[in-house]
């Protein structure tokens, strides 16, 4: 299948969480099973949330991560201060790359706001290959995140 008709699929599943949604931690729960189910690439997806100017580990699928990340440095952080989707080809080369699992080597990180448009998460997506994320995947992500503001 090829990556769009993915994403499309997938937006339709989270768009049923999403009209199904009952609780911020079961719908994301469920957002980071399909995507994890529909990219095998995808070596781990996750969401961190916005607190206290730190980010705390929220649902995700994959294996153990960082349980709170600094808005000091990271791919992470980068996105919260920049309120942009940061891709990066290589984990290695980004200043201040924060190794969770040192399998990873590329990463995405969309930012998330709730309908005030005050930012309350980011969605990051670690593959174990490098530059294995582009233009569709930042379309893709960021309108499934989009799709999120309603339930903040």
Not at 15 to 22: E, L, P, Y
Not at 23 to 51: C, M, Q, S
Not at 84 to 109: K, L, M, W, Y
Not at 114 to 120: G, H, L, M, S, V
Request: proline fraction near 5%; include cysteine.
């Amino acid at each position: 299948m090829q990556k769009k008709e993915a994403y499309k699929w997938a937006l339709k599943q989270i768009q049923a969480q999403i009209n199904r949604h009952v609780d911020i931690v079961a719908t994301l729960a469920n957002i980071t099973a399909i995507l994890k189910e529909r990219f095998p690439n995808f070596f781990w997806v996750g969401f961190y949330f916005l607190h206290d100017q730190e980010l705390i580990l929220g649902p995700f699928q994959g294996p153990p991560a960082c349980m709170k990340l600094s808005l000091e440095k990271g791919a992470c952080a980068a996105a919260v201060h920049q309120e942009e989707t940061i891709i990066v080809p290589d984990v290695h080369q980004f200043p201040g790359h924060v190794a969770c699992d040192s399998r990873s080597n590329s990463e995405i990180v969309v930012p998330g706001f709730d309908c005030r448009n005050k930012i309350r998460m980011v969605l990051d997506v670690d593959s174990e290959k490098f530059n294995d994320f582009d233009e569709t995947d930042k379309e893709y992500l960021e309108k499934i995140v989009e799709k999120l503001k309603t339930i903040w």
